[in-house]
Structures are given as structure tokens and as C-alpha cells.
């Protein structure tokens, strides 16, 4: 059973920068795809990003492309994301998430473990 813990979300001013930290644990970290989902207020969950297992590929929703990256450091058990450029529109709970696979996925039903999320917000 993996466990994920997602940290660094807050409040932002529209054009600044957050980092969010997702720490796994209870699996072989090494092994999982990993992703970043968001949820705003009355939407479906959405993908945002994703990093292969050895953090060769990675993928991103054409609304976050060129402002966001996603890394992993596979000794600490780590996903990041890295948000630059922040919108309002951005607003929204980051959910963390797994996938024991060789390749990802933009579809949230085919992810694993989810961390409970952390909440993102962007004033403009």
C-alpha cells in the first residue's frame, strides 16, 4: 500500500510561483508513474501533469505547458511540481497520484493511490 502526502500548496498572487511536494511512501517509489490532478470548485477532476518512472518523460495539459514542470527524485521518495506564472484559473485542490505502470495516464481512473490534496489558490 502506497501513502502520499502532498505539501506546498497556499496563496498566491496571480503571476507568482508555488512548489508543490508530494512524499511517497509504503511501495517501491522507483516503480510507479506518477501524476498531478487538480479539482476546482464544481469541475471534474482534471490531469496536469505526469513523469515516467525514471523521469525520462514526462506529459502536461496544454493549459499548464511552458509554466509548469513536473520532476520526481526517486532517493527521497519525491514528486514535485513546480508552478510558475500562476493564474486564477489555476485555483484549485492538487491531488497527488500513482500508477504501477510503464507509461501514464490522463485518465484519473487508471491511477492507483491519491494523497488527499492540497488546496492551490491564485488571487487575481
Known amino acids: 500500500q502506497v501513502q502520499l502526502l502532498e505539501s506546498g500548496g497556499g496563496l498566491v498572487q496571480a503571476g507568482g510561483s508555488l512548489r508543490l511536494s508530494c512524499a511517497a511512501s509504503g511501495g517501491i517509489f522507483s516503480t510507479y508513474v506518477m501524476a498531478w490532478f487538480r479539482q476546482a470548485p464544481g469541475k471534474e477532476r482534471e490531469f496536469v501533469a505526469g513523469?515516467?518512472?525514471?523521469?525520462?518523460?514526462?506529459d502536461y495539459a496544454d493549459s499548464v505547458k511552458g509554466r509548469f514542470t513536473i520532476s520526481r527524485d526517486n532517493a527521497v521518495n519525491t514528486v514535485y511540481l513546480q508552478m510558475n506564472s500562476l493564474k486564477p484559473e489555476d485555483t484549485a485542490i492538487y491531488y497527488c497520484?500513482?500508477?504501477?505502470?510503464?507509461?501514464?495516464?490522463?485518465?484519473?481512473?487508471?491511477?492507483?493511490?491519491w494523497g488527499q490534496g492540497t488546496q492551490v489558490t491564485v488571487s487575481s
Open positions: 497520484t500513482a500508477r504501477r505502470a510503464l507509461y501514464g495516464s490522463r485518465d484519473a481512473h487508471n491511477y492507483d493511490y
Open positions: 513523469v515516467d518512472w525514471s523521469a525520462g518523460g514526462t
